[in-house]
């Protein structure tokens, strides 16, 4: 069984840890241009670390995975950079005291480092279900925070990362419970996929090349870009690992017609909960539901594994048909699921010249980023 890493180990003594601020994620960031900062909590004081392998082994109240990025290689702006806390912190957000040291410590850390802006997306509620449903609930410690960094200053950040929403299946109930929760259309085409002879298999290394051609296929199919393959094989590579309750890993599952790969996607678990980060598919027997399948495999898979929980990874800021997400949210819905509002990422700005800077000019660099990288793609696939 693998060794536990120290940083996980405290990551997994606090509430609602999140994958993207294990130690592995920090060593994936690392490999392409990040520095990753390791900011820890204690009833004494606060501490940061760049590689955390001396910790407390208890007194630890709150922690964050921050990634630094300089952003400007010379001249009189050579120390600004960049800073930003995937999914973090993580802490009892419920404790007011703590909160505010932690904000407090973050806002500092930003200033000292020269930093245009330190963005937070914390894998905080603000509430379950669709706005405006019959279902939808209002979590008091996402709405407090929201109010609270509001009123420190923070804004709502234009460059929203990682997913605002999301869909979360609850994996507590039965297998047959599971499916009972699943719309009708959604469990015939789970039946059916294993009727038509779809069939299932967990991948290794040997398919990473199959597994990124096929990504690369879904991305141009469905109009969004992707990095370039050495990245995911990184990612690949470091959270590849035997399953253990402290140690975040990453599964690929196939799905094959007669021995030729149709559709996978990789699941990432962690601190008892799965994460459905990349999908891919091919239009070869897509009328066999191979995608259906997956998906049911997949949330038994981490049952087993002992998850409580199986996240979907992404829902729409609009819940309507206007939004770009609309079709797999339909989707992923049809699976049983519930949607999760969270806070979303806020920009702490300690120089507002630079920021204004930064946000007119980013935009316009991805945008040539994202064509260059299209283009990159489907150029690899005309090979």
């Given at each position: 069984?693998?060794?536990?890493?120290?940083?996980?180990?405290?990551?997994?003594?606090?509430?609602?840890?999140?994958?993207?601020?294990?130690?592995?994620w920090g060593?994936?960031?690392?490999?392409?241009?990040?520095?990753?900062?390791?900011?820890?909590?204690?009833?004494?004081?606060?501490?940061?670390?760049?590689?955390?392998?001396?910790?407390?082994?208890?007194?630890?109240?709150?922690?964050?995975?921050?990634?630094?990025?300089?952003?400007?290689?010379?001249?009189?702006?050579?120390?600004?950079?960049?800073?930003?806390?995937?999914?973090?912190?993580?802490?009892?957000?419920?404790?007011?005291?703590?909160?505010?040291?932690?904000?407090?410590?973050?806002?500092?850390?930003?200033?000292?480092?020269?930093?245009?802006?330190?963005k937070?997306?914390?894998?905080?509620?603000?509430?379950?279900?669709?706005?405006?449903?019959?279902?939808?609930?209002?979590?008091?410690?996402?709405?407090?925070?929201?109010?609270?960094?509001?009123?420190?200053?923070?804004?709502?950040?234009?460059e929203?990362?990682?997913f605002?929403?999301?869909?979360?299946?609850?994996?507590?109930?039965?297998?047959?419970?599971?499916?009972?929760?699943?719309?009708?259309?959604?469990?015939?085409?789970?039946?059916?996929?294993?009727?038509?002879?779809?069939?299932?298999?967990?991948?290794?290394q040997?398919?990473?090349?199959?597994?990124?051609?096929?990504?690369?296929?879904?991305?141009?199919?469905?109009?969004?870009?992707?990095?370039?393959?050495?990245?995911?094989?990184?990612?690949?590579?470091?959270?590849?690992?035997?399953?253990?309750?402290?140690?975040?890993?990453?599964?690929?599952?196939?799905?094959?017609v007669?021995?030729?790969?149709?559709?996978?996607?990789?699941?990432?678990?962690?601190?008892?909960?799965?994460?459905?980060?990349?999908?891919?598919?091919?239009?070869?027997?897509?009328?066999?539901?191979?995608?259906?399948?997956?998906?049911?495999?997949?949330?038994?898979?981490?049952?087993?594994?002992?998850?409580?929980?199986?996240?979907?990874?992404?829902?729409?800021?609009?819940?309507?048909?206007?939004?770009?997400?609309?079709?797999?949210?339909?989707?992923?819905?049809?699976?049983?699921?519930?949607?999760?509002?969270?806070?979303?990422a806020?920009?702490?700005?300690?120089?507002?010249?630079?920021?204004?800077?930064?946000?007119?000019?980013?935009?316009?660099?991805?945008?040539?980023?994202?064509?260059?990288?299209?283009?990159?793609?489907?150029?690899?696939?005309?090979?």
């Amino acid at each position: 069984m693998p060794l536990t890493h120290p940083w996980n180990s405290l990551l997994t003594s606090l509430p609602n840890p999140h994958f993207l601020q294990t130690y592995e994620w920090g060593q994936v960031k690392a490999a392409y241009g990040w520095v990753p900062l390791y900011l820890f909590w204690t009833d004494e004081k606060f501490h940061l670390q760049t590689e955390p392998s001396l910790l407390p082994q208890a007194g630890v109240k709150a922690a964050a995975l921050v990634l630094k990025k300089n952003i400007i290689g010379q001249g009189f702006a050579a120390h600004l950079s960049v800073l930003y806390c995937p999914k973090g912190p993580v802490l009892d957000w419920a404790d007011a005291p703590l909160q505010k040291r932690v904000l407090d410590d973050l806002q500092a850390l930003a200033r000292r480092q020269g930093a245009v802006f330190l963005k937070l997306d914390p894998d905080l509620p603000l509430g379950t279900g669709i706005p405006g449903s019959e279902g939808e609930t209002t979590d008091l410690n996402g709405s407090r925070l929201r109010g609270e960094i509001s009123r420190r200053g923070w804004q709502f950040s234009s460059e929203q990362i990682q997913f605002q929403n999301t869909v979360i299946l609850s994996l507590e109930a039965s297998e047959e419970e599971m499916l009972a929760r699943m719309k009708q259309k959604t469990r015939y085409n789970v039946r059916l996929a294993a009727k038509k002879g779809v069939e299932l298999r967990v991948g290794s290394q040997s398919d990473w090349a199959t597994l990124y051609q096929m990504y690369a296929e879904t991305s141009l199919r469905d109009g969004f870009v992707i990095r370039e393959e050495a990245y995911y094989r990184k990612v690949w590579q470091i959270f590849l690992k035997k399953a253990d309750s402290q140690n975040p890993i990453a599964l690929p599952l196939i799905a094959e017609v007669e021995g030729s790969p149709v559709a996978a996607i990789f699941l990432f678990l962690f601190a008892g909960r799965a994460y459905y980060v990349y999908g891919m598919s091919r239009e070869a027997h897509r009328e066999k539901m191979p995608t259906y399948l997956l998906q049911w495999e997949a949330m038994k898979w981490a049952k087993a594994q002992g998850c409580t929980h199986y996240d979907l990874w992404g829902a729409p800021d609009v819940f309507d048909e206007t939004d770009g997400m609309w079709g797999v949210f339909r989707f992923k819905e049809g699976l049983g699921g519930v949607v999760l509002r969270t806070l979303g990422a806020w920009d702490y700005v300690p120089n507002p010249f630079w920021y204004a800077l930064y946000t007119k000019v980013v935009p316009k660099i991805l945008d040539v980023m994202r064509s260059r990288g299209k283009a990159a793609t489907r150029q690899k696939l005309e090979r």
